[in-house]
T-cell receptor, first 111, second 115 residues
Framework: GQSLEQPSEVTAVEGAIVQINCTYQ??????LSWYQQHDGGAPTFLSY????GLEETGRFSSFLSRSDSYGYLLLQELQMKDSASYFC????????????FGKGTKLSVKP | DAGVIQSPRHEVTEMGQEVTLRCKPI?????LFWYRQTMMRGLELLIY????????DSGMPEDRFSAKMPNASFSTLKIQPSEPRDSAVYFC?????????????FGDGTRLSIL
């Protein structure tokens, strides 16, 4: 079967750094993506990792270790507007372009 | 550029009625996906199309659900007859190309309530 595990909730304060972990188990693997979803909104793409290592995009970074079937999203200099749900998703080998989403991590940023 | 456009944004209807959700993908995108999101089950893929052809409909819950894509700029998801357990947010997403590095672009969703 295919599964992704990520924490259901994380709380942090403004200005802090938070790491959201994701472990996956899939029959095939092409890459790990991260999406952000604000309450009542649509998921929006944040990052994609196909190879091991860290990808940085502004305050957000994403890491992948294929050998450990593990990745994380790192959010730095947290702002109130970062309060949202964050989903990891894998592109498996079964179908091109098809994403399998985790259940999401709800991040609450406190002042 | 216009994003993925879904209609209606909200739909409230009674059990047993037919429901039709509509989606216009981003121009030039050749993949279209229909998802359902609930608190219990998260974001589930229902069906996806490539060049208007259904590729994988294994996520469609049952025969009450059907989806079509008559052309590159329009898709529908139909539920007939609808049941209260179909209440959810339904998202349409599109992407350009089959590469796994290509992001999916989501519409704002249709919030469906079946009474």
């Amino acid at each position: 079967g295919q599964s992704l595990e990520q924490p259901s909730e994380v709380t942090a304060v403004e200005g802090a750094i938070v790491q959201i972990n994701c472990t996956y188990q899939t029959s095939g693997f092409y890459g790990l993506s991260w999406y952000q979803q604000h309450d009542g909104g649509a998921p929006t793409f944040l990052s994609y990792n196909a190879l091991d290592g860290l990808e940085e995009t502004g305050r957000f970074s994403s890491f992948l270790s294929r050998s450990d079937s593990y990745g994380y999203l790192l959010l730095q200099e947290l702002q109130m507007k970062d309060s949202a749900s964050y989903f990891c998703a894998v592109t498996d080998g079964g179908s091109q372009g098809n994403l399998i989403f985790g259940k999401g991590t709800k991040l609450s940023v406190k002042p | 550029d216009a994003g993925v456009i879904q209609s209606p944004r909200h739909e409230v209807t009674e059990m047993g009625q037919e429901v039709t959700l509509r989606c216009k993908p981003i121009s030039g995108h050749d993949y279209l996906f229909w998802y359902r999101q609930t608190m219990m089950r998260g974001l589930e893929l229902l069906i996806y199309f490539n060049n208007n052809v259904p590729i994988d409909d294994s996520g469609m819950p049952e025969d009450r659900f059907s989806a079509k894509m008559p052309n590159a700029s329009f898709s529908t998801l139909k539920i007939q007859p609808s049941e209260p357990r179909d209440s959810a947010v339904y998202f349409c997403a599109s992407k350009r190309g089959g590469g796994s590095n290509q992001p999916q672009h989501f519409g704002d969703g249709t919030r469906l309530s079946i009474l």
